[in-house]
């Protein structure tokens, strides 16, 4: 079992910039591929960002077409902690956050642990 509490959430103007966290406890944290997705007012819950489980060779992130180049997802095993550093913030990407465990992939079902949410806003 892998607990998950987001943090970091929050209101903020456009162009902004916000870091959201996920601590993780439970089981091993660096063994589990980790996951943000995100739900706007009346639409459906949507991928953000994923970031493989350690490996030799480091990490791989992967990051949905409407967020790349502003967001960031990066962990530290040491803290068992994910993280999402969100720059260049626009009113679209306002929702609830949610911190994932168990995939790098955009497919919900996939992953099997998932965290509370924490709520971002951005106004224009």
């Known amino acids: 079992q ?3 509490v987001e943090s970091g959430g929050g209101l903020v103007q456009a162009g902004g910039s916000l870091r959201l966290s996920c601590a993780a406890s439970g089981r091993t944290f660096s063994g589990y591929a980790m996951g943000w997705f995100r739900q706007a007012p009346g639409k ?4 953000v960002a994923a970031i493989s489980r ?7 992130t992967y990051y949905a077409d409407s967020v790349k180049g502003r967001f ?6 040491a803290k ?4 999402l550093q969100m720059n260049s913030l626009e ?7 949610y911190c994932a465990a168990g995939s790098v992939t955009a497919v919900e079902t996939l992953y099997d ?6 709520q971002v806003t951005v106004s224009s």
């Open 113 to 118: 642990y998932w965290g509370q949410g924490t």
């Open 80 to 83: 068992n902690t994910v993280y």
């Open 72 to 77: 960031t997802i990066s962990r530290d095993n």
């Open 2 to 4: 892998v607990q998950l």
């Open 91 to 97: 009113p679209e990407d306002t929702g609830v956050y």
């Open 54 to 60: 350690s490996s030799r060779s480091g990490f791989s």
């Open 44 to 47: 459906e819950r949507e991928f």
